[in-house]
Each structure stands twice: as structure tokens, then as C-alpha cells.
């Protein structure tokens, strides 16, 4: 499939695959797409660890990194401000609520040894934290440097193209798009509301088409609901030159998720997941549970704004990740039932673990297939 953005990356398939999981990253690497490391919530020595695997593992395979570099939170006048002063601007009544949603739910606390550090380890919502896992990336071997939220800063783009680095961004309208043009970006990732992750309102079928007109000749992924080969066909058929793809990986037999984590999400049906502002501050989609829906409730609390939802989230949710992996967790359990991850709604159609290398392969077949099919009715 060589599409011109295959060919700027030298790849066989333009799939790209966003994942925490530096198994997954190699996996689809090596299966002829590429894999890029989603580091939002990598420790500066976690990414170090993860990249010299991923290089060894690699060699001259190409792979990428999203890092997360806002232009649009709380303290991004200054840069950025440092957790300990972001803690003062959350309001009792929120952390009382939190406190309460657990403990109505018998979440146990999490062991000493877990509590000793209170700092909020590999949280990092600012500019200014972004700047050293932007060198930790530069120091290694990625081809492609992508943003999350928002234009990436002028020093990143340019020290990437320096280092000869493509830099991509998400985008969720048109106007996040011409701006990241106009900012010498090189991909654009058009994310559309059915996407896992932070997410617009606009549907694939409306905003791939409109992001790529809007930036043409730049190439365009298509991300958002895109997770068989039939899917990759359509965005192709809007315009996209590839796609970008995260929920997929979820359930595959590499992800990063512990076995009851996977079991919700393999459970999980189209509907079942939710655009939601209790994770983050920003509209985000999750996989709907007892956590999303008591913040949804009209006598809750209001969301806060990023950062600070993260910061008054982070010692919770760590308390559920950790009761999750407990031997006695049942699909019964408060820490279960509130237990959320960031899911597309794609993830109904994930029912079973698949080998990461499979999912590209069936990606692949169903794309030819779909295109074939499309070709014989042209053809009458
Ligand atoms: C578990 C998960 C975490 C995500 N975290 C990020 C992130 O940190 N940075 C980012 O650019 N996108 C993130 N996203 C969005 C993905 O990059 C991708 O655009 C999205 O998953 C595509 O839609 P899909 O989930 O329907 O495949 C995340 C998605 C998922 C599923």
C-alpha cells in the first residue's frame, strides 16, 4: 500500500498504532506498520528504559512517540506549575467526593510501600514538563514525534525536523488542523468522536474529509472506530493516507493490561463506552463505569479543569489499578465496577485476544478484500 506516507516512513502498511505498550509498539513494527509510544504518563526513567528496548528491538525499524504537550490548562500563562501548588486549587467538596465514591465501593487503601511517595510519578500536563521526555525521545532512534493535545511548540518542531524527525498532531476539527500546518507540522491525525482518548464531537465520516481538503497536500491518518480492514478502506476512500489506530491494541495479547482489565474491555459492547470530562478536565472517552456515571449525575460535582481533575484523580485511581490486580477481584467487586480506561467505541467489536501481528495481517486482508469487493462492483 504505498501511500505517500507510507513511503516518507518507509513502511509496508500505513497502519500506525498508538499504545502505551512498548510490545505492542514493536509488534506492529515489525508486522510493517508502525508502532509509536503514547509517554503521557511515562516517568522521564520509564521512557529512557522503554526506548532503549524498543531500539535494541528495532534496529532501523521505524516507531514513533506521542508525548503530551498542551497549549490550553490550568498554569499554561507560566509554562506549567508544579503539582505541589496545583493540590491547593482543588476544592474540598471534590476530594471529599472522590473519597467517599471509594469508600462506598470498599476499595481497600493501597499499601504503605505504594503511599511512601506522594508525588504524582510520570503526571505531566504541562509545556515546560514536556521539555526533558522531549530530549529522552531525541536521544533515541523514533522517526515520528507526535503531539496529543494541541499544537506542538516551535522548538519541538524545529528540533525535530533538525534531527530529521516527521512530527504529527491530533486534531478533532479543522481549525486544530490548518493551526498545526501553519506550525510546520508534517502528519496530521484527524480524531473523530469515536475515538478513545480525548475526542471531539465530530464523526469520521465528516471530519476526515474536511481535514484533508483543509491541509492538503499534507498527509492525513484517519483515527477514530478504525480497527478491521474494512474500516482502513473507508478512511482511505475519504482521503486519509493511512490510519492511526489505539483501541484495537487493547485486548491484544501484548497490551499493557492486567487479565481483569482486559476482561471489561473485552466485555465491553459498542455503547458502552463514554465522552466523559471526570478523567482528565477535558472531554476524553472512556469505558463507562461506576466512576464516569457518579460524576455524570447532576448532584455531583462539577469536572475541574485540566490539570487539576488528573491531580485529584491520581491517588484513586491507582487505589482501583491496584485492587484490580488483587486475587480475589470478581466482576462483583466496587473496584471493578468502577474501574475505567480510555476506550473507543470500536472496542465492542473486540472480542477475543488476538497476537498484535494478527490484528495488523486481518487489518491488511480485510482492506484487500474490501477494495476488491468495491472493484467488482465498479466492474458490474
Ligand atoms: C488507552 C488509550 C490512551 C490514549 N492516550 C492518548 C495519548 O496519551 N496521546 C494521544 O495522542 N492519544 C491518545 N489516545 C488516542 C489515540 O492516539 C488514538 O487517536 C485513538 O485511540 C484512535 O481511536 P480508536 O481508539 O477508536 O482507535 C489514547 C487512546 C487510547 C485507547
Known amino acids: 500500500m504505498p501511500t505517500q506516507v507510507a513511503e516518507i516512513f518507509g513502511i509496508e502498511y500505513p ?5 502505551h505498550c512498548r510490545d505492542v509498539v514493536v509488534a506492529v513494527s515489525k508486522a510493517g506498520g508502525l508502532g509509536v509510544l503514547g509517554a503521557a504518563i511515562h516517568t522521564d526513567e520509564r521512557l529512557e528504559i522503554d526506548l532503549q528496548w524498543i531500539d535494541a528491538q528495532l534496529g532501523d525499524i521505524p516507531y514513533g512517540v506521542d508525548l503530551m504537550m498542551p497549549s490550553n490548562y490550568v498554569g499554561a500563562a507560566t509554562g506549567g506549575m508544579e503539582h505541589k501548588a496545583l493540590r491547593e486549587y482543588i476544592p474540598d467538596e471534590h476530594r471529599q467526593f472522590v473519597e467517599k ?49 494541541g499544537t506542538p511548540p516551535d522548538w519541538v518542531t524545529e528540533a525535530a525536523h533538525a534531527r530529521g524527525l516527521y512530527v504529527g498532531a491530533l486534531a478533532g476539527k479543522k481549525k486544530h488542523a490548518e493551526r498545526h500546518k501553519a506550525a ?23 471530519l476526515i ?32 493516507q493511512g490510519v492511526w489506530c489505539g483501541s484495537v ?6 497490551s499493557e493490561l492486567d487479565r481483569m482489565a482486559r476482561q471489561k474491555l473485552l466485555a465491553a459492547g459498542t455503547d458502552d463506552t463514554a465522552r466523559t470530562r471526570s ?16 460524576w455524570d449525575r447532576s ?23 491496584h485492587a484490580m ?27 477475543s485476544v488476538r497476537a498484535t501481528r494478527d490484528v495488523v495481517r486481518e487489518m491488511v486482508e480485510g482492506y484487500v478484500e474490501a477494495i476488491a469487493r468495491l472493484n467488482e462492483q465498479l466492474e458490474g
Open 15 to 19: 497502519i500506525f498504532a498508538f499504545t
Open 101 to 149: 465514591l471509594l469508600a462506598d465501593a470498599g476499595v481497600p487503601e493501597l499499601p504503605d510501600h505504594l503511599t511512601a511517595s506522594k508525588k504524582e510519578r510520570g503526571l505531566r500536563y504541562s509545556q515546560k514538563q514536556a521539555k526533558g521526555i522531549v530530549d529522552i525521545a531525541f536521544a533515541h532512534k523514533a522517526r515520528f514525534l507526535v503531539s496529543a493535545l
Open 184 to 206: 510546520g507540522v508534517d502528519v496530521i491525525i484527524a480524531q473523530s468522536y469515536e475515538a478513545g482518548g480525548h475526542t471531539g464531537e465530530i464523526g469520521g465520516m465528516v
Open 209 to 240: 474529509p474536511e481535514i484533508v481538503d483543509a491541509v492538503a497536500p499534507l498527509p492525513v491518518l484517519g483515527a477514530g472506530g478504525i480497527g478491521n480492514g474494512r474500516q482502513m478502506a473507508a478512511a482511505l476512500a475519504l482521503g486519509a
Open 249 to 254: 491494541w487493547l485486548t491484544t495479547a501484548e
Open 279 to 294: 478523567m482528565t478536565g477535558k472531554h476524553a472517552r472512556f469505558l463507562r463505569s461506576a466512576w464516569t456515571e457518579a
Open 299 to 321: 448532584d455531583t460535582p462539577d469536572p475541574l479543569k485540566t490539570p487539576l481533575q488528573s491531580v485529584l484523580n491520581y491517588h484513586s485511581l491507582r487505589r482501583i489499578d
Open 325 to 351: 490486580k488483587a486475587p480475589g477481584i470478581t466482576s462483583e467487586s466496587g473496584a471493578y465496577q468502577l474501574y475505567s480506561y480510555p476506550a473507543g467505541q470500536g472496542i465492542g467489536a473486540q472480542n
